[in-house]
């Protein structure tokens, strides 16, 4: 899906909206296309915080509406995850299924969204954006195509209001939406990537590796630190 369907200006538009750079150009792309965004972001019991204190700071300095909905309780139904469980140890290496699986946390979307569409019917939202990307595809089941429409046609029964699921990159790479960033002219240095949350990123991790691999790609390097010299 995209955000290509016509709206009425200020229509209210929940985002899930987790801090990161996806989610990130989603949100101002939202805003560009003239939606009152109401930005959602869930504290599930990842490993840290970073990105949730990073989604805090740009809506307040948006002056846009946000949550921060704490559903640390499910962390006993699907905690078998390197991204929920600290103790075990993440993945340092390129996407790919074999090597990150650990990184997959079970039906995380269907529930991330399942609560935005409720939340969206409750304030009268037709629209719900999240950031699934192309790039996503090879490892995440719930970023393919499949899972996004399959999601919609239940969003569209689900309540007495329709609400429809907009990926507006589901079949964007990671730099086309860096690309699509820029031309906005997004600041990435107000984003948070790392699966760790340390004071500088790790550059190591899949999620780190994708992002600089999106910034060299586009030719610009990343205004994030890294814990390693040799990145950006």
Same mark, same amino acid.
């Given at each position: 899906?995209?955000?290509?369907?016509?709206?009425?200006?200020?229509?209210?538009?929940?985002?899930?909206?987790?801090?990161?750079?996806?989610?990130?150009?989603?949100?101002?792309?939202?805003?560009? &296309?003239?939606?009152?965004?109401?930005?959602?972001?869930?504290?599930?019991?990842?490993? #840290?915080?970073?990105?949730?204190?990073?989604? !805090?700071?740009?809506?307040?300095?948006?002056?846009?509406? #946000?949550?921060?909905?704490?559903?640390?309780?499910? #962390?006993?139904?699907?905690?078998?995850?390197?991204?929920?469980?600290?103790?075990?140890?993440?993945? !340092?290496?390129?996407?790919?299924?074999?090597?990150?699986?650990?990184?997959?946390?079970?039906?995380?979307?269907?529930?991330?969204?399942?609560?935005?569409?409720?939340?969206?019917?409750?304030?009268?939202?037709?629209?719900?954006?999240?950031?699934? #990307?192309?790039? &996503?595809?090879?490892?995440?089941?719930?970023? !393919?195509?499949?899972?996004? &429409?399959?999601?919609?046609?239940?969003?569209?029964?689900?309540?007495?209001?329709?609400?429809?699921?907009?990926?507006?990159?589901?079949?964007?790479?990671?730099?086309?939406?860096?690309?699509?960033?820029?031309?906005?002219?997004?600041?990435?240095?107000?984003?948070?990537?790392?699966?760790?949350?340390?004071?500088?990123?790790?550059?190591?991790?899949?999620?780190?590796?994708?992002?600089?691999?999106?910034?060299?790609?586009?030719?610009?390097?990343?205004?994030?630190?890294?814990?390693?010299?040799?990145?950006?």
């Amino acid at each position: 899906m995209t955000s290509s369907t016509s709206h009425s200006p200020s229509e209210p538009a929940v985002v899930i909206y987790s801090g990161g750079m996806d989610s990130y150009t989603v949100l101002h792309r939202a805003i560009r &296309d003239g939606y009152t965004v109401h930005a959602l972001s869930f504290d599930y019991g990842q490993r #840290h915080a970073r990105e949730l204190d990073v989604a !805090r700071r740009v809506c307040e300095e948006l002056g846009v509406s #946000h949550r921060v909905v704490d559903i640390r309780a499910i #962390h006993q139904l699907i905690g078998n995850s390197a991204l929920t469980d600290s103790s075990r140890a993440l993945p !340092r290496a390129d996407y790919a299924e074999d090597n990150l699986a650990d990184t997959v946390v079970p039906n995380r979307n269907m529930i991330l969204l399942s609560l935005a569409i409720g939340y969206a019917v409750n304030i009268e939202a037709a629209v719900c954006f999240y950031g699934a #990307h192309g790039g &996503d595809h090879v490892l995440y089941p719930d970023c !393919r195509p499949a899972f996004v &429409d399959r999601m919609n046609d239940v969003a569209a029964i689900a309540n007495f209001e329709s609400v429809r699921i907009e990926a507006p990159y589901l079949h964007s790479d990671k730099a086309s939406i860096l690309s699509d960033g820029i031309e906005m002219g997004l600041d990435y240095a107000r984003t948070w990537t790392c699966y760790l949350g340390g004071e500088t990123a790790c550059g190591e991790c899949g999620s780190c590796r994708e992002r600089l691999d999106a910034f060299a790609r586009v030719g610009l390097e990343d205004p994030i630190p890294y814990a390693l010299p040799d990145r950006h």
